[in-house]
C-alpha cells in the first residue's frame, strides 16, 4: 500500500536556494558521537561512483514500473535512505526522528535540503510511512553492496581472504512476558475496545460500559495470578477458586460478544466494517484458546506442551529462547545470525526459525561462497552451538580452514587438529563476534519496536546497513584526521 505515493526521484538535482551539495558538506571528526561516522559513510556512499550506481539502482526499484503519480508529497529515496540509516545509528524512535530530520541542520545537509530554511518540512506521519519502503530484500541488496565495497575501503592488501566468524543472538520483539492469564486478557481487551466503537459506528445499544468491563475482567486476572504465585496452604483451592472465576467473566465476555456479531449482521456493513469484524473474530479466536489452555493447566493439571503455545497475541513471531545463560535465563524474540570478516564488517544475517543453529550452517557457508570472490573465502569459525561432523567434513571440501570445535569428549584426531597453531589463533579471533553484536545492539538491535515480522525483518536489514556503514565511517573519519595532522605539520 505504500508503493503508490506517485513517481518518486532519487534525489532532486536542482538544489534548493541556500542548500550544499551533499558531496561538500562538511563533516565534522573532532566528535565521539555517533553520528557524524554514519554521515561520513553515507556521503561517501552518495560521491563514490561505483557505490553509487549500485545502490540506486536497487533504491530505484523501490518505484513499481507503470505507476502513475497521485500528486501526494513523498520523500526522495535518498532522503528514505538516510533517514532509516539515521534511525537505527541512534536507536530513536520516530519522534525523535521527525525532529532530527527537520532542526539538525547536517543532517538537512546530507538531505540536500539548506540547513535552516523549513520550505520543506517532513511530517511525522510522512516518515512513517515513506521509512517502510525500504523492504527486507532491498536492504539485503544494499547491505552486499555495501559490505563488498567497505571491505576495498577498509582491507590492507588487495585480494585479502575472507576471515569469517559466525554466531547468533536473539532480537528481542516489544512483548510484554506472557502467560496464559495475560494473553487471555490481551485478547478480551482487544475485543472490548474493536466491539464498541464498531457498534458506537452501527448505533448499537450494550457496549457504553467498556470501562467497567474491562475493570471486571482484569481485576480477576490479577487474583488468579496473585494465587498462583504465592503460597501458603491450601494454595491450589485458592487457584481453581480465582481460575473459575477468572474464566467465568471471560465465558460471559464472549457470549455478549457472540450476541453482539448476530446485530452486527442485521445492518448493512460496508467493506471497511467487514474487515473489522473479521479482525474481532481473530481475537475471539485466541481468546477462546487461551481459555481452554488456562482451563487444562489451572483446572485440570495438564502441562501444556510448547507448540500449543503463544508468546504474544500482537507480535505472533515471537519465540521463547533459552539459550543457557543464567542472566538472562529466557528472552522473547528471534535469534539473529550473523556473518562477520576480520574487518568487523557483516557479510550476511539472517533471522532464525527455530533454534536449530547446527541446520544453518550450510545454507549459510552456500550463500557466503555465492557473495564473495571465488577462492576469497579463507577460513570459518563457528561455537560449539553450530557443531555437527556432517557440517566439518562438508565445509572442508570447500574452505581451506573449518573452525569448528567439537561437542563432548574430543578424539586423539580433534585434539591434534584443534592444536595446530593456525587453528588455535583463528578460534582465538572468534571471540571477536561477541563484540560485532553488542555494537549491533547499541545500533538499535537490541529489542525492535516495530510491528509484524515484516517490520520485524525491515528493522533487522537497516540495524546491519547502520552498523557496517558506521565501521566504515569510523574509518573514513580516521583517514580524515590523519590528513588533518598532515596539513597542520606541513602548514
Known amino acids: 500500500m505504500h508503493e503508490n505515493f506517485g513517481v518518486r526521484k532519487l534525489f532532486d538535482v536542482q538544489l534548493a536556494l541556500g542548500a550544499v551539495p551533499i558531496e561538500q558538506v562538511e563533516i565534522p571528526t573532532k566528535t565521539r558521537d555517533e553520528l557524524p561516522p554514519i554521515l561520513a559513510a553515507l556521503q561517501w556512499v552518495f560521491i563514490t561512483p561505483e557505490v553509487n550506481s ?26 528514505i535512505l538516510v533517514l532509516g540509516v539515521v534511525r537505527l545509528s541512534l536507536d530513536c524512535n520516530y519522534d525523535r526522528l521527525h525532529y532530527i530530520s527537520n532542526y539538525d541542520s547536517l543532517v538537512r545537509q546530507l538531505l540536500g535540503q539548506p540547513a535552516f530554511d523549513m520550505t520543506l518540512e517532513f511530517s511525522l506521519t510522512s516518515l512513517k510511512e515513506n521509512l517502510p519502503l525500504l523492504t527486507e530484500e532491498r536492504l539485503a541488496q544494499i547491505n552486499a553492496i555495501i559490505a563488498r565495497h567497505g571491505r576495498q575501503t577498509l582491507q590492507k592488501k588487495n585480494e585479502e581472504a575472507h ?17 496464559d492469564l495475560n ?21 448499537l445499544p450494550g457496549w457504553r460500559k467498556k470501562a467497567h468491563w474491562k475493570t471486571s475482567i482484569k481485576t ?58 473479521e479482525a474481532i473474530e481473530n481475537w475471539q479466536d485466541l481468546l477462546i484458546k487461551h481459555i481452554f489452555l488456562i482451563s487444562d493447566r489451572l483446572l485440570e493439571g495438564r502441562k501444556i506442551p510448547a507448540g500449543e503455545k503463544l508468546y504474544s497475541l500482537f507480535e505472533q513471531h515471537t519465540e521463547w529462547v533459552t539459550k543457557g545463560k543464567s542472566r538472562p535465563n529466557v528472552e522473547l524474540g528471534r535469534r539473529l545470525l550473523i556473518a562477520t570478516d576480520q574487518y568487523h564488517l557483516i557479510h550476511d544475517y539472517k533471522v532464525m526459525t527455530g533454534g536449530d543453529e547446527c541446520a544453518e550452517v550450510i545454507p549459510l557457508t552456500d550463500r557466503l561462497l555465492n557473495t564473495l570472490p571465488a577462492g576469497g573465502l579463507q577460513s570459518i569459525s563457528f561455537d560449539r552451538g553450530f557443531s555437527s561432523i556432517e557440517n566439518r567434513e562438508l565445509l572442508e571440501l570447500e574452505i581451506p580452514t573449518v573452525i569448528m570445535p567439537k561437542k563432548g569428549k574430543l578424539s586423539q584426531a580433534d585434539r591434534e587438529r584443534q592444536r595446530r597453531k593456525k ?39 537497516l540495524g546491519v546497513l547502520s552498523y557496517n556503514l558506521h565501521r566504515i565511517g569510523v574509518h573514513l573519519q580516521e583517514k580524515e584526521r590523519a590528513q588533518q595532522r598532515i596539513r597542520s605539520r606541513a602548514a
Open 183 to 203: 494473553l487471555a486478557w490481551d485478547a478480551a481487551r482487544k475485543i472490548i475496545d474493536l466491539t464498541s466503537r464498531l457498534a458506537a459506528d452501527l448505533g
Open 54 to 79: 549500485e545502490v540506486f539502482a536497487v533504491l530505484e526499484s523501490i518505484q513499481p514500473a507503470g505507476t502513475k503519480s497521485t500528486g501526494r508529497p513523498g520523500m526522495d529515496l535518498w532522503q
Open 423 to 461: 587453528w588455535r589463533k583463528l578460534a582465538n579471533a572468534h571471540s571477536a563476534v561477541e563484540s560485532n553484536i553488542n555494537a549491533l545492539e547499541h545500533h538499535g538491535l537490541n529489542r525492535c519496536p516495530d510491528k509484524s515480522e515484516q517490520g520485524y525483518k525491515r528493522y533487522v536489514g
Open 220 to 277: 480477576p486476572m490479577r487474583n488468579c495470578s496473585r494465587a498462583s504465585k504465592s503460597g501458603g496452604a491450601n494454595k491450589q483451592e485458592r487457584i481453581i477458586e480465582a481460575a473459575t472465576a477468572y474464566l467465568a467473566k471471560l465465558y460471559q465476555l464472549e457470549e455478549k460478544f457472540c450476541a453482539t456479531l448476530q446485530e452486527f449482521k442485521k445492518h448493512p456493513l460496508s467493506l471497511l466494517q467487514l474487515c473489522e469484524i
Open 163 to 179: 576471515q569469517i566468524k559466525v554466531d547468533s543472538y536473539v532480537l528481542e520483539t516489544n512483548v510484554h512476558f506472557p502467560t
